[in-house]
Structures are given as structure tokens and as C-alpha cells.
């Protein structure tokens, strides 16, 4: 054997074990959970983000998409920034959480310990509407007689939220802006808070998600003058949007799945991939369309910009109600 020959055979060789060196590896296993993972909800129970983290833990059970148990844990409080800021502070790949208005809304005041910019996007799900709604017993049977005797009374009529600054706050700022009106608005922890607070007569009435508040409405503990979404509730059919009744109102909740920001990126795309299996349930698919949410399912990679634009949108009403504030 030639002296080219020998090279070439050990060129060969040495191809050879590289090829079958790489193939025998043993591939990479991904990220997955071995203990528990907690669902962290920044409101008590019964409130819409609680609402919304357990129907994720509900389809994740039913559907043993995860081989750990996913338990929801309430740390309600400052506007959901005890909860955000525990998020941060644990910064555990085992410990996620819903999103609610104030988790944009509050670090834009300067009253929050934590921002946006502290966590990552894992997925996006869904629009939330909010309807406007009151006792049974209250006078107002439409906007139009609500926003009569609003300009009639300035001040006297008393509008409850859930936060200090959310999309319920900015709901009820649009009303007065656009109907040139002065409604107080009065800040609540939970939709739960807001429901004592309206039966209990201390508020003239709120704003609450079709999830918290349609039972108490088919049930006739409340009523309902109109909806802040792009269409009527398939469920409350006859119940306007303040765009058919002339107002330039459609403001929604983002509901949404976030983690903090030092999470590996496996760990970021196994959430992600959770996420997306169960927006692909027909319990998850159910569960939306009977709560009036309109289905909006991004995965970590597109929610990352939706989240940007979505804080933009929020930067621009914050300030204007904080200029009117001031």
C-alpha cells in the first residue's frame, strides 16, 4: 500500500468513527418538570385570573398533559405586584404565572417592584371582554339613562374595578371621557370583592368578566347594560357592545402565561408547548367560547411581540389618566 493509499484509508477511518461516534451519542433529553409547578394567580379566589388558572390546571389534569400536578396558588394583592414580585423573586423554573391588566398597567405608575421587563412570554391565549353590570334593582335600564343621570349628578355614581389601574379603570375613563361625565371609580382586589361590593348596595355598579359575572346575571342577582368587546356574548345575546351604543370602547384583558426571566430557554419552550396543548383541547376550546373570550393563541416566539404592543396600548391610557389625575 502506496504511501496515498494509506492516507486516504486513514482519512476513511478516521470519517468513519466520527459518523458512527456522533450517531451512537445519546440524544440530549428536553427539559421537563419533576416536582410539582406552581400556577401563581395575583388576585383571590374566584376572580377572573383565578378563573382562568384553574381552567388551565383543570385541562392539564383531565388531559395528563404534564406528569407533574400543576396547583394554583393565590397571592393576592397590590394590583397582583405581590404576586409578580414573588414570581421574581423565587425566578424557579417551576413556578409560572397568569397575567392580568396590572401586570402592564401598574410598573407604568411607578407603584409596582416589578415590570414587565422582569419576565419572559410563554404563551398568550385569549381576549377577555368585560361587561358592565349592576343590581337588579338599580334604576338604569340602559347606558342612555345611565349616562343621563351621571350629567345630572356629577360624582355621585360610584364605578367598582378590580385594581387601581386596569382595563376596568380605563373602561370607566373612556365612559366619562366620551360621555362627559364624572362616574368615581372604586378599586377592588378580585372580581369576588366587586361582587360583595354590588350586592351589598356600595357601588352603583362594575365591570367583571363574562366568567365571573354570567351566572349572577342568568340567575338574576345582576344585570348587565353593555359589554366592552368587538361582538355581543354568545351567551348574553341580547346584552349591546358600547360600540353599537356609540361609544369607542372595546378595551379587553390579554389572559396570558409568564415565567421569570432567567428561565432557560427549555424551559420557556416546554411551557410553551404545554400551553399550546391545551389551546388545542375542545374543554379549553369549550371553556373559552362559554366565557365569552375570543381564542388567541400565540406561543412564546409571537407573544413576545404582542406583548410589546400590547404594553404600548396600555402605556397610551395610563398617561392619560394619569395626566387627568394629576
Same mark, same amino acid.
Request: charged share 20%.
Given at each position: 500500500?502506496?504511501?496515498?493509499?494509506? /492516507?486516504?484509508?486513514?482519512?476513511?477511518?478516521?470519517?468513519?468513527?466520527?459518523?458512527?461516534?456522533?450517531?451512537?451519542?445519546?440524544?440530549?433529553?428536553?427539559?421537563? =418538570?419533576?416536582?410539582?409547578?406552581?400556577?401563581?394567580?395575583?388576585?383571590?379566589?374566584?376572580?377572573?385570573?383565578?378563573?382562568?388558572?384553574?381552567? !388551565?390546571?383543570?385541562?392539564?389534569?383531565?388531559?395528563?398533559?404534564?406528569?407533574?400536578?400543576?396547583?394554583?396558588?393565590?397571592?393576592?394583592?397590590?394590583?397582583? %405586584?405581590?404576586?409578580?414580585?414573588?414570581?421574581?423573586?423565587?425566578?424557579?423554573?417551576?413556578? /409560572?404565572?397568569?397575567? %392580568?391588566?396590572?401586570?402592564?398597567?401598574? =410598573?407604568?405608575?411607578?407603584?409596582?417592584?416589578?415590570? =414587565?421587563?422582569?419576565?419572559?412570554?410563554?404563551?398568550?391565549?385569549?381576549?377577555?371582554?368585560?361587561?358592565?353590570?349592576?343590581?337588579?334593582?338599580?334604576?338604569?335600564?340602559?347606558?342612555?339613562?345611565?349616562?343621563?343621570?351621571?350629567?345630572?349628578?356629577?360624582?355621585?355614581?360610584?364605578?367598582?374595578?378590580?385594581?387601581?389601574?386596569?382595563?376596568?379603570?380605563?373602561?370607566?375613563? @373612556?365612559?366619562?371621557?366620551?360621555?362627559?361625565?364624572? !362616574?368615581?371609580?372604586?378599586?377592588?382586589?378580585?372580581?369576588?370583592? !366587586? $361582587?360583595?361590593?354590588?350586592?351589598?348596595?356600595?357601588?352603583?355598579?362594575?365591570? &367583571? %368578566?363574562?366568567?365571573? *359575572?354570567?351566572?349572577?346575571?342568568?340567575?338574576?342577582? $345582576?344585570?348587565? @347594560?353593555?359589554?366592552?368587546?368587538?361582538?355581543?356574548?354568545?351567551?348574553?345575546?341580547?346584552?349591546?357592545?358600547?360600540?353599537? @351604543?356609540?361609544?369607542?370602547?372595546?378595551?379587553?384583558?390579554?389572559? +396570558?402565561?409568564?415565567?421569570?426571566?432567567?428561565?432557560? +430557554?427549555?424551559?420557556?419552550?416546554?411551557?410553551?408547548?404545554?400551553?399550546?396543548?391545551? %389551546?388545542?383541547?375542545?374543554?379549553?376550546?369549550?371553556?373559552?367560547?362559554?366565557?365569552?373570550?375570543? =381564542? &388567541?393563541?400565540?406561543?412564546?416566539?409571537?407573544?413576545? *411581540?404582542?406583548?410589546?404592543?400590547? $404594553?404600548?396600548?396600555?402605556?397610551?391610557?395610563?398617561?392619560? /389618566? $394619569?395626566?387627568?389625575?394629576?
Amino acid at each position: 500500500m502506496n504511501k496515498n493509499h494509506q /492516507i486516504v484509508v486513514l482519512f476513511l477511518l478516521i470519517l468513519t468513527i466520527m459518523v458512527f461516534g456522533v450517531i451512537s451519542q445519546p440524544a440530549q433529553a428536553q427539559w421537563k =418538570p419533576d416536582r410539582p409547578v406552581t400556577l401563581l394567580v395575583g388576585n383571590s379566589a374566584g376572580g377572573g385570573a383565578d378563573l382562568f388558572a384553574r381552567a !388551565i390546571a383543570k385541562v392539564i389534569a383531565d388531559y395528563k398533559l404534564c406528569e407533574q400536578p400543576v396547583v394554583v396558588l393565590n397571592k393576592p394583592g397590590g394590583s397582583h %405586584s405581590i404576586a409578580y414580585a414573588y414570581l421574581r423573586e423565587q425566578a424557579s423554573p417551576y413556578i /409560572i404565572a397568569v397575567t %392580568s391588566s396590572s401586570y402592564f398597567t401598574v =410598573p407604568l405608575t411607578g407603584n409596582s417592584p416589578v415590570s =414587565p421587563t422582569d419576565f419572559t412570554p410563554i404563551a398568550h391565549f385569549s381576549k377577555d371582554p368585560n361587561m358592565v353590570v349592576l343590581q337588579p334593582k338599580s334604576p338604569f335600564k340602559t347606558i342612555e339613562e345611565l349616562v343621563a343621570f351621571a350629567k345630572a349628578n356629577p360624582g355621585k355614581l360610584k364605578f367598582a374595578g378590580s385594581s387601581n389601574l386596569s382595563d376596568d379603570t380605563i373602561i370607566c375613563e @373612556l365612559l366619562n371621557e366620551q360621555a362627559g361625565i364624572n !362616574i368615581q371609580y372604586v378599586p377592588f382586589e378580585s372580581g369576588s370583592d !366587586i $361582587l360583595a361590593a354590588l350586592l351589598g348596595g356600595h357601588v352603583d355598579m362594575g365591570a &367583571m %368578566s363574562p366568567a365571573e *359575572a354570567s351566572e349572577h346575571v342568568k340567575n338574576g342577582d $345582576l344585570r348587565t @347594560l353593555a359589554v366592552s368587546a368587538f361582538d355581543r356574548y354568545r351567551d348574553l345575546p341580547d346584552v349591546p357592545t358600547f360600540k353599537e @351604543l356609540g361609544y369607542d370602547i372595546d378595551q379587553q384583558q390579554s389572559r +396570558a402565561v409568564i415565567i421569570e426571566k432567567s428561565a432557560p +430557554a427549555e424551559v420557556v419552550t416546554y411551557y410553551s408547548d404545554l400551553m399550546k396543548k391545551v %389551546s388545542q383541547t375542545p374543554e379549553w376550546e369549550d371553556w373559552l367560547a362559554k366565557n365569552g373570550m375570543v =381564542p &388567541m393563541f400565540l406561543d412564546s416566539n409571537d407573544y413576545k *411581540a404582542y406583548h410589546q404592543e400590547v $404594553l404600548e396600548d396600555y402605556k397610551v391610557n395610563v398617561d392619560k /389618566i $394619569l395626566s387627568k389625575n394629576k
